[in-house]
């Protein structure tokens, strides 16, 4: 079972590509899990055509021990099956206890053993790499860390702090860094800077991504690209990326 991460700063298109690379994967014949670790809790929204789904912490609250795996998980495009962990209230709890609250009852309700999924695919928020934010690269959950970024200085500064956490666990047999994903916004020295950051954290970039209305196009009617437009150039790139990600995991 391929395992992988995928952080970056908040807005910088994590989810986005993590949808679309899951798209990717099932369409060419993979079973696809992709958990959204984000108390926002809008990382499969594309799959799902736009549909709301309650998170696990909702239902851990609201359902208890009653609580079944079939409301944990709901199929979306092409199959994907889409998990949302959640958060808490605004100003109550932490978010990262909340996502630790969500893979340990994935966990209990033997969710991998039963779905059994070629490739289970975390989205995770990179501003913040503490506590259940890390819990993918430090728990066994994920084994690939794939980092979301463009060249803007502040998307770079969080790409730098994630490589940080994951060389951080890498004696104790965890999750290592698979690469950089460059998702372009066409700014000054674009491709130099995020080159220079893959050379100064000992990875190198393993997929680049265009700045392409036809991401807005689709995110604007809830779908991925590749339901959405499936024979545009994005399409190609969502395609080719999930490739990519695949050679990197050894696959």
């Known amino acids: 079972m391929i395992k992988m991460a995928i952080y970056g700063k ?32 809008d990382s499969t929204v594309n799959l799902r055509g736009g549909g709301s789904v309650p998170t696990v912490l909702e239902l851990i609250r609201e359902r208890g021990a009653a609580l079944t795996l079939e409301e944990l998980v709901t199929p979306g495009f092409a199959g994907v099956l889409c998990v949302e962990a959640g958060g808490p209230a605004p100003g109550l709890g932490c978010a990262g206890r909340g996502i630790i609250a969500a893979m340990e009852k994935l966990k209990e309700k033997r969710a991998f053993e039963i779905y059994k999924p070629d490739a289970v695919i975390y989205d995770v928020l ?7 934010f890390a819990m993918p690269i430090r728990e066994g959950y994920a084994n690939k860390v794939f980092v979301v970024t463009s060249g803007e200085n502040m998307a770079l500064h969080a790409a730098a702090n994630i490589a940080e956490a994951v060389a951080n666990f890498r004696s104790r047999g ?14 000054p020295r674009e491709e130099e800077k995020v080159a220079e950051l893959a050379s100064d954290v000992g990875t190198k970039i393993v997929g680049a991504l265009d700045f392409s209305p036809t991401v807005q196009r689709a995110e604007e009617i809830s779908k991925t690209v590749l339901e959405a437009f ?22």
């Open 10 to 41: 908040g807005g910088i298109g994590k989810s986005t590509t993590a949808s679309n690379i899951a798209a990717a994967f099932a369409q060419n014949g993979m079973r696809v899990m992709q958990i959204g670790c984000d108390p926002k809790a």
């Open 126 to 132: 990179g501003d913040v790499v503490c506590g259940g």
């Open 174 to 187: 965890y999750a290592t860094l698979g690469g950089i994903i460059l998702n372009r916004r066409n700014v």
């Open 230 to 251: 499936p024979e545009s150039e994005m399409a190609g790139e969502y395609r080719e990326l999930a490739r990519r990600l695949l050679a990197a995991c050894g696959e």
